[in-house]
């Protein structure tokens, strides 16, 4: 990008897009997908460069005021008018998606492509409070794809590595992302991840970043970045106390202060900026309290990875709103400030979800801050010892 007003522009349409989602009449290209774990009812797109993903398949893209359209210059990002806001980009459909196990199983059963060079997959397509809702995350759907017969309940380690070693093969992916839904275990699914994370790196040279929430021992840190682990996620998603009980109300039982303890042993061993967090903003938690708990975050060595809430269609939030774009752009700057005032990068870390940046318009709003001389944002109230 030119210059820090460049970044700042496409920062702030990549919220709105995020945000408010968008109508796409059949583009061609990788279709991304409905429902299951993670980011989805999304699909990629690149703007000037930069690969996002843009809500498209929930009901309220539906309502989006922005579409595409071809055009003289090709597809083309309209809003209400036949006036290009910029020329657009589909990713196309991975070329391993067409490859199956010997088995018969196909591979994109096993892992998906996320943004444009990302290797994602679910290892455990269930969790032990989904069936119940009043204990669930009440934003997730991880057992929707298990349900409609598009992903495998349980992936093994030589199916991932299997899949990953074609993928960097036939379509240049750069990092996988390996998360799991809770099992009913004290390692909270760090032996899974360690243990495919071992049979990947015998099969490529691929940065790995697994995701489980905190394991009772502490060792198994030791032991996923043994194993070839190189980056950690364990998911915050919102951060106060009420909000918690009433937005994921069985993982709440995990208090504010038991994360930041993990987090800290996990930073012990991978490393500052190698540990990150998942905030989910529109949910209910205010501004200043995203913010706050960032800030502290940051201080910890967590990169906090702050995205819009998205509803997913068949969740009990599939109608709740979507935040305001000046909403997420307070977040945003804010926390970009915090981050260009530590040593914290998205760019740096080895492999994640923050690093791969396209869920978020946050890693824009860090490069426009790290181009200018704002000042840092002042220290706000909340998500401190007393928050659990």
């Known amino acids: ?27 061609p290209g990788n279709k991304g997908r409905r429902g299951g774990a993670g980011p989805s009812d999304h699909r990629a797109l690149t703007l000037d460069g930069t690969t996002v993903m843009v809500p498209v398949y929930s009901s309220a893209a539906q309502r989006s005021p922005f579409r595409l359209a071809a055009g003289g210059a090709g597809l083309e990002l309209q809003r209400e008018s036949a006036t290009p806001l910029a020329v657009v980009e589909a990713p196309p459909e991975p070329r391993f998606y ?8 196909p591979y994109r059963s096993i892992a998906l492509l996320h943004s444009r060079d990302v290797l994602a997959t679910t290892l455990l397509q269930t969790c032990i409070r989904f069936r119940d809702r009043s204990q669930s995350c009440q934003f997730c759907a991880i057992e929707q794809s298990l349900d409609d017969g598009r992903t495998l309940v349980r992936k093994t380690p030589a199916q991932v590595a299997e899949v990953a070693e074609a993928a960097v093969r036939l379509d240049g992916v750069r990092q996988l992302v390996m998360t799991t839904g809770t099992p009913n275990s004290d390692d909270r699914g760090a032996r899974l991840l360690a243990e495919t994370a071992a049979a990947v790196k015998a099969r490529v040279n691929l940065p790995i970043q697994a995701q489980c929430e905190p394991p009772e021992d502490p060792i198994w840190f030791q032991r996923m970045k043994d194993a070839g682990v190189d980056s950690l996620g364990m998911h915050l998603e ?35 900026g190698e540990v990150s967090t998942y905030l989910l903003a529109g949910l209910g938690d205010s501004a200043a309290a995203i913010v706050a708990c960032s800030e502290r975050l940051i201080a910890a060595g967590v990169y906090p990875f702050v995205v819009p809430f998205v509803p997913i269609s068949g969740t009990p939030l599939e109608h709740h709103p979507a935040p305001s774009a000046a909403f997420m752009v307070e977040i945003y700057t804010a926390v970009a400030q915090q981050l260009a005032a530590s040593d914290l990068r998205a760019a740096a870390m080895s492999a994640g979800c923050a690093k791969c940046g396209a869920c978020s318009a946050l890693s824009l709003f860090e490069q426009a801050a790290a181009t200018s001389d704002a000042p840092s944002a002042p220290p706000q109230a909340g998500c401190g010892p007393s928050s659990s």
Request: charged content about 25%; aromatic content about 6%; glycine content about 8%.
């Open 238 to 272: 919102v951060v106060e106390p009420e909000v918690r009980r009433r937005i994921l109300p069985g993982k709440a039982e995990l208090s504010l202060e038991r994360y930041f303890e993990a987090f800290e042993q996990a930073v012990a061993v991978f490393g500052r």
């Open 98 to 105: 067409g490859l199956h196990t010997a088995d018969g199983t």
């Open 1 to 27: 990008m030119a210059d820090s007003r460049d970044a700042a522009a496409l920062a702030r349409l990549v919220t709105d897009l995020q945000v408010q989602g968008l109508v796409e009449p059949g583009v």
